[in-house]
Each structure stands twice: as C-alpha cells, then as structure tokens.
T-cell receptor, first 115, second 112 residues
Framework: DAGVIQSPRHEVTEMGQEVTLRCKPI?????LFWYRQTMMRGLELLIY????????DSGMPEDRFSAKMPNASFSTLKIQPSEPRDSAVYFC?????????????FGPGTRLTVT | QQQVKQSPQSLIVQKGGISIINCAYE??????FPWYQQFPGKGPALLIA?????SEKKEGRFTISFNKSAKQFSLHIMDSQPGDSATYFC???????????FGKGTRLSVIA
C-alpha cells in the first residue's frame, strides 16, 4: 500500500495568492482528516470527513480556508487568500473503522510558506 | 483549554536506558489513546495505542501504561536506542472515527 499521499510536499507562495493542497487517502479508508502543525499550537484538527461528508469544520481558522472531498480517493484544502500566519505543515490522515479500531495514518505533509 | 497535557517537553536518555513520557487528559469521553512518533520532515507514525479496558499494553520495546482513575497514561521505551531519537506525541479521541486531540510533543534524544 502506498500510504496517504499528499502534494505538493513544499509550497512557497506570496501573501494574497491562492493555495491548494491535495490528499489521496489509503484505498478503502472511509474517514479523512486535515491537521495543521505549528511550533506554537502543535498538531490541531482543521476539518474531517466521514464517507466524503464533512462532519466537523470548527477547526478551520477562517472563511479563507475551505476543504472538499469530491470522492473517496481525493480531498483538497484551499486557502484563499493566503497570509504569512498560514505558514505551517499541513497533514492529511485517513482511517477505517474496523472492529472498533480507529487507527489514523498520516501522510508526509505539505510544508507551506507564505511570504 | 488543553485537553491532553504532555510532559516533559524534552528528554535526554543514555543508550540502553528507559525513556518515560507522560500524558494526562481531561475528557472522560475519550476511549482511544495512541502514541505517535515523528522524525524531522516526516508525518507522525502510529507507534502503539491502548483502550481504557486494559492497564498496560506492550509491543516490543514500547509499553503504554494506563491509569483510568487518574486520567493518565504514559509511554515507556525500554533499552532506548539512538534511532529512537524523535518527537513523540500522545493523543486521545472519542469513540468512532473521530479526530485525535494531541499533546504538545516530547523531543527525545538518545545519546550513546
């Protein structure tokens, strides 16, 4: 299994530009999570989907952030317009509920730098 | 409000020694407690996890101890090796496919 795939791995953009992060979950997994990691706040949830449906987006910092999951094998996280304070590492994770286990597997992350 | 508190922030252990990282949680609805290991430039990798119905779980050199009444759990790394040098995160989640709430992390350095 290829694991969770994220692209791009690194993104450098200027303030005000639109940024789109992409995630392909592990095949067969039915939940997908977007987390953000910063030195100040650690790892925090942005939004998660069950069976392609957004369940909780209370972690999305502002209306500038949006996420979609058009099908079971693809999700995007979009920031428009981007700001320097959005600089962080963004992780996608997926899981499959089986026999009461909820193991989440993380992708390699996208390091975003907004100048 | 920090729902999962982790300590220490950093830890230096001699090769062959025991590394101990502690976590405490607030929400009694949590029923799944995993530990993740993260190397620089990589995503967190699941190391070991426990549920509240057992007090201890061991996998190789890694052991989780769980104290439900105290709402605390800890990770013990036996015979610590330089390759164990990484950042370790404890986490907790409610039943079902729900988000993880993470501790702030512990940077472990194992020196020869």
């Amino acid at each position: 299994d290829a694991g969770v795939i994220q692209s791009p791995r690194h993104e450098v953009t200027e303030m005000g530009q639109e940024v789109t992060l992409r995630c392909k979950p592990i095949s067969g997994h039915n939940s997908l999570f977007w987390y953000r990691q910063t030195m100040m706040r650690g790892l925090e949830l942005l939004i998660y989907f069950n069976n392609n449906v957004p369940i909780d987006d209370s972690g999305m910092p502002e209306d500038r952030f949006s996420a979609k999951m058009p099908n079971a094998s693809f999700s995007t996280l979009k920031i428009q317009p981007s700001e320097p304070r959005d600089s962080a590492v963004y992780f996608c994770a997926s899981s499959f509920q089986s026999s009461g286990t909820y193991e989440q597997y993380f992708g390699p992350g996208t390091r975003l730098t907004v100048t | 409000q920090q729902q999962v508190k982790q300590s220490p922030q950093s830890l230096i252990v001699q090769k062959g020694g025991i590394s101990i990282i502690n976590c405490a949680y607030e929400n009694t609805a949590f029923d799944y407690f995993p530990w993740y290991q993260q190397f620089p430039g990589k995503g967190p990798a699941l190391l070991i996890a426990i549920r509240p119905d057992v007090s201890e779980k061991k996998e190789g050199r890694f052991t989780i101890s769980f104290n439900k009444s105290a709402k605390q759990f800890s990770l013990h790394i036996m015979d610590s090796q330089p390759g164990d040098s990484a950042t370790y995160f404890c986490a907790a989640s409610k039943p079902g496919n729900t988000p993880l709430v993470f501790g702030k992390g512990t940077r472990l350095s194992v020196i020869a």
